[in-house]
């Protein structure tokens, strides 16, 4: 989520910014991407929640936090995009009420799985949410710093416009991935594994 929100423009150059799609395009709809980004994490974690309710053969849960759900996902494009724009934030409140609304049925979903089965080792979830945090963010800002170095030489030139993005991810994975492991992150192990899995199905070893 932090490395999309950062690299929004050179992606969003690098796929659309041809043809019509022009400069000012590119700003709005990174404008919206990075919105989104704010509720990436919320996404992916509603998935495997509502998987775990369907686990449990509970089908209604999810259901009625969808609709909690959408009822506040209008209000806040009412609230930040509607007839009367209190707040005002154009397009970009569009996508910021869907990353909110994300969080809510986060919460949603948490608190009634917890009622279903007891706890959810909250504690070392939170534990593991500040080490990737600061490991993300550490990547993020070295590859925003990168960006920067490298300016806006390349554009319009799409070679150049992928090889920013490309360097860009390599550098961010990397240090992202020391970090995780200064930090000792346990989850890494899991992914370490997959990985060593993955590459056995491909090259047989």
Request: hydrophobic share 55%.
């Amino acid at each position: 989520a932090l490395w999309l929100a950062v690299l929004a423009v050179p992606i969003i150059t690098l796929l659309y910014e041809h043809g019509r799609f022009g400069p000012l395009d590119t700003t709005r709809t990174a404008g919206a991407l990075v919105m989104y980004c704010v509720g990436l994490p919320a996404f992916a974690a509603v998935g495997v929640l509502t998987r775990a309710f369907y686990a449990l053969g509970d089908t209604r849960t999810p259901v009625r936090a969808s609709v909690v759900s959408v009822a506040l996902n209008l209000a806040l494009n009412l609230l930040f995009n509607g007839p009367l724009r209190p707040l005002g934030l154009g397009h970009t409140g569009l996508a910021l009420a869907t990353s909110m609304t994300a969080f809510a049925s986060l919460l949603q979903l948490t608190w009634y799985l917890r009622r279903r089965v007891g706890p959810l080792e909250g504690r070392r979830m939170l534990n593991t949410l500040w080490r990737v945090s600061a490991a993300a963010s550490l990547a993020a800002l070295l590859g925003a710093a990168a960006l920067r170095w490298l300016g806006d030489g390349g554009r319009g030139n799409l070679a150049a416009e992928a090889a920013v993005v490309a360097s860009t991810l390599a550098l961010t994975l990397a240090v992202g991935y020391a970090a995780m492991r200064l930090l000792r992150v346990e989850e890494l192990a899991t992914v370490e594994q997959l990985a060593r899995s993955l590459a056995r199905r491909l090259f047989g070893r």
